[in-house]
């Protein structure tokens, strides 16, 4: 009787097998390294906005508080964005010319606010609250890295959910004194392991089972 697969068939086909096998695999690896590379998250990717803002120079070489801009970060959910108003009460009187500033100009001249390019959005499901983090003890850089040294501004981090985890189920190793919170510079001090807990108490912090509750997020 004739054979009915030719020779080396069965080896072909454990070949064809093996081979769709680890193209599933490597496809499944380039879709992951896709949807967490800056391409996608854009963490590093400073995006042009209606004015090249700089937190170099305003925070970091002229040392303005992020309180003065940010007004409603310590009462509110949201950090607030400044309107132009307040640009202009410097830039009413220094750089009063200045071409970069136009649009700033033209804003308060017009009462047409700026339409500044959003980086830092969590998706709607998620819900954050700036001033519950900031008065117990987790400082902006923690977030939003040292943004005295970005020229131009950009995602620091990509605030998925295994990054707010990490905080939430052990918050002492975050947690800062209140003179630090606004310190973009702030790295744990060497007692950390000893005053995180103290705070963790102190500002009532109910770490561990509680803050990784899904309904402490998704509300």
Known sequence: MAQLFAPGADALLRLAFLSGAALLAGGAVVVAGIVRSDYVTGVGIAP??????????????????????????????????????????????????????????DSFANSEPLRWTRLNKLPQYVYYNHSVHVTKGIGCSTCH?????????????????????????APDRYVRTPDQVWNMNWSPPADQATLGPELVAKNHIRGGDRLTECGICHR
């Open 48 to 105: 042009a906005q209606p004015v090249p803002f700089s937190h170099k120079h305003h925070s970091g070489e002229l040392g303005i508080d992020c309180r003065y801009c940010h007004t409603t970060v310590e009462t509110q959910a949201t950090a607030g964005l400044p309107p132009t108003q307040t640009c202009m009460t410097c830039h009413s009187q220094i750089w009063t010319g200045s071409d970069m500033l136009k649009p700033v100009r």
């Open 145 to 169: 890295g040292d943004v005295t040294t970005m020229q131009m501004t950009f995602r620091a981090n990509a605030f998925e959910m295994q990054f707010c985890l990490d905080c939430h189920r």
